[in-house]
Nanobody
């Protein structure tokens, strides 16, 4: 079982930056996809950034040009620049991974980290 531990959230003023990290507790044979989601009060969960195995990235329109998704070894990152109050939410990472060569792909979720952007 792969455990994802998120960190990097906090309180920041509008225009500031944060970098969220999502560290996998175990090495993986392959990580096919990474996604960062957010859930704001009273709103649906939203996919804000995705990274596929071939390096292709996709972003929600609301964060394009401001957020960058990346990964390094067993850690995923979400660099968040020019933050706005509307970015306030709990952010969750998801990794679609194959733990060992003989296993199928599985989704794993982080515990969530709060990002609060003040005006």
């Amino acid at each position: 079982q792969v455990q994802l531990v998120e960190s990097g959230g906090g309180l920041v003023q509008a225009g500031g930056s944060l970098r969220l990290s999502c560290a996998a507790s175990e090495s993986t044979f392959s990580t096919n996809a990474i996604g960062w989601y957010r859930q704001a009060p009273g709103k649906q969960r939203e996919l804000v950034a995705a990274l596929s195995s071939d390096g292709t990235t996709d972003y929600a329109d609301s964060v394009k040009g401001r957020f960058t998704i990346s990964r390094d070894k067993n850690t995923a990152y979400l660099q968040m620049n020019s933050l706005k109050p509307g970015d306030t939410a709990v952010y969750y990472c998801k990794m679609t991974v194959r733990r060992f060569w003989y296993q199928n792909l599985s989704d794993y979720w982080g515990q969530g980290t709060q990002v609060t952007v003040s005006s």
